[in-house]
């Protein structure tokens, strides 16, 4: 049994390492995140100032039920929400 647990803990302590080698690398890969386009789609970090445009999305309940989350109520909660999306590894 002593053998078990000791390995259980080696296995668990590799894939603690893994999991933040992983983060690592996500984090390095986005840190500066890509924008991509064409004539017709751009695709680009959030920004501040599409908050505004994300509260019309994220405080309809139709839109939110679908997705498992609670609508947000004031432009504040989307602002926030907005804000925390741009830190890097998110």
């Known amino acids: 049994?002593?053998?078990f647990l000791g390995k259980g803990k080696r296995d668990a302590s590799l894939l603690a390492l893994s999991?933040?080698?992983?983060k690592s690398l996500i984090d390095a890969?986005?840190?500066?995140?890509?924008?991509?386009?064409t004539l017709r789609f751009h695709l680009r970090r959030i920004q501040p100032s599409d908050?505004?445009?994300?509260?019309?999305?994220?405080?309809?309940?139709?839109?939110?039920?679908?997705c498992g989350r609670e609508p947000h109520r004031f432009l504040q909660?989307?602002?926030a929400w907005t804000?925390?999306?741009?830190?890097?590894?998110v």
């Open 1 to 3: 049994m002593k053998t």
């Open 19 to 22: 999991l933040l080698l992983l």
């Open 29 to 37: 890969a986005f840190s500066n995140f890509p924008v991509l386009g």
């Open 51 to 66: 908050a505004e445009a994300f509260f019309q999305i994220k405080s309809d309940p139709e839109v939110t039920v679908s």
């Open 77 to 79: 909660d989307t602002q």
């Open 83 to 89: 804000t925390q999306k741009r830190r890097p590894g």
